[in-house]
Nanobody, 121 residues
Framework: QVQLVESGGGLVQPGGSLRLSCAASGSIFSINAMGWYRQAPGKQRELVAVIQSDGSTIYADSVKGRFTISRDNAKNTVYLQMNSLEPEDTAVYYC???????????????WGQGTQVTVSS
């Protein structure tokens, strides 16, 4: 069994910063891509950022230059550093990891429980 546990959400003023973390635990053989998604009220879940196993990254246009995704493979953890936060960034943030639980198993997606980020004065 694999679990993803997120932390770091909260309330912040516009222009402020937050750092989200997502740690995977359980029967992990290897992890491929790790990413963050968000869902605002009344909207569909959208990609925020993804980091591949080779370290390459993809960002949504709306967060480029403000957010940075990183990973610590030794800790099975992905981070999202969010700077210059705007009210439009308010959403529930979910981590996603592609995890293989055995040598002969396929990668499958696992999701965190979500953490609320609220940007408001």
């Amino acid at each position: 069994q694999v679990q993803l546990v997120e932390s770091g959400g909260g309330l912040v003023q516009p222009g402020g910063s937050l750092r989200l973390s997502c740690a995977a635990s359980g029967s992990i053989f290897s992890i491929n891509a790790m990413g963050w998604y968000r869902q605002a009220p009344g909207k569909q879940r959208e990609l925020v950022a993804v980091i591949q196993s080779d370290g390459s990254t993809i960002y949504a246009d709306s967060v480029k230059g403000r957010f940075t995704i990183s990973r610590d493979n030794a800790k099975n953890t992905v981070y999202l550093q969010m700077n210059s936060l705007e009210p439009e960034d308010t959403a529930v943030y979910y981590c996603n990891e592609e995890i293989k639980t055995g040598l002969f198993r396929n990668y499958r997606d696992y999701w965190g429980q979500g953490t609320q980020v609220t940007v408001s004065s």
